[in-house]
C-alpha cells in the first residue's frame, strides 16, 4: 500500500510539472510578406482577385525577401499563401532562397486580395477619369465603402473561377471594402493562424496589400479604422512579429519592418546550357519532286559500246 501511495505521488508531481511546462509562455515568430511586383501593379491596374503574374522585378523582388530572412537567421515551420499565382509564386521564390523548400505551403482563398468589384483589369487613370480621383480613392482607400459590384455572368467574377467552385458561392465576394475583408479573414485567423502560433509554429504568410491589412487588425486589435486605411505594405517587405502566448493572453514583443537588401542571384549549373549553346537540329533534305503524270519519265541513256 505504500508503495502504491509512493506511485501515486509521483505520477501527480509529474503531472503537476508537465501541467506547468504545458503552460509556460511560447514566444513564436510571424512574417507577413506581400508578394513581389506583379504586371498590374506595373501597369497600376485594380487587380483583386484577377490572376496575375510577377514581373521580372517581382520575381527579384521575391528572391531578395528570402535571403533577407535567412540571413537574419528566421525559419519556419509552415507556409501560408492566398489562391493567387502572384503570392504562390512569391513564397516559393521566398523560401527556395532560404534553402527550405521542404516547408509544407498551404493555400487559403480567405488570404485574397481584396475584390475590387467592377474596377478589376482598369488602370487608376481610367477609373479616375470616369468619376474622379476623390471617388476613386474613396473606392480604393475607405474603410468601409466598396466599389460597384461586379454581376455574376462577368467574366471577371471569382464565381466563374474553377478554383472557387469547390466553395459555396454565396460566400464568393463580387466587390469588398475593408472592412469586407476584415470580416472574411476573421475564420482564416481565428481557426488557422492562431491555433498554430498557439502551438509554437513560426509561420510565414504571403498575401496582399489589403489582405495583410485585414489580418493586422486581427494581430493587433488595437489599430484604429483610420491606422488601418493608412497602414503600408510594400511589395516582399518582411513583417516580423514575435509573439508571446501565456494560456490564454497574447502578447506582441515586437514588430520589424525589415529592410530588404539586394542580393546577387545565384549562377546557373556549370553543365547548364545557353539557348544559344543548344545544338540545332537540320531540316531533312526536300524528296525530289514526283515526275508529272502525263509525262513518262526520259529512259537512261544506253551504254557505249567497246571499241
Known sequence: ????????????LLAVFAG?????????????????????NLEKKFTGW?????TRKGVKQAFDAGMTMKDAGLTFDVVHTSMLDRAIATAW????????????VEKYWRLNERCYGDLEGKTHKEVSDAVGKEQM?????????PPPPLSYDDPRSPINDPAYYAIDSRMIPQAESLKDVIIRIGPYWSDVLRPALYKGENVLVVGHSTGLRALSSWIEPE?????LMKLEIPNATPVVYV???DGPNRKIISREVMKVKDHPLPPPPPDAKKPADAPVEKAPAPAPAPAPADK????????EAKK
Open 50 to 54: 484577377s490572376d496575375v503574374k510577377l
Open 223 to 227: 489599430l484604429t479604422e483610420e491606422e
Open 20 to 40: 506547468s511546462a504545458f503552460a509556460a509562455p511560447r514566444t513564436v515568430t510571424l512574417v507577413l510578406l506581400r508578394h513581389g511586383e506583379s504586371v498590374w
Open 243 to 245: 509573439i508571446e502566448f
Open 1 to 12: 500500500m505504500k508503495k502504491m501511495k509512493k506511485v501515486l505521488g509521483a505520477l501527480l
Open 137 to 145: 480613392n474613396i473606392w480604393r482607400r475607405s474603410y468601409g465603402t
Open 296 to 303: 513518262a519519265p526520259e529512259p537512261a541513256p544506253a551504254p
Open 93 to 104: 521564390l521566398s523560401i527556395s532562397a532560404m534553402d527550405l523548400r521542404w516547408l509544407p
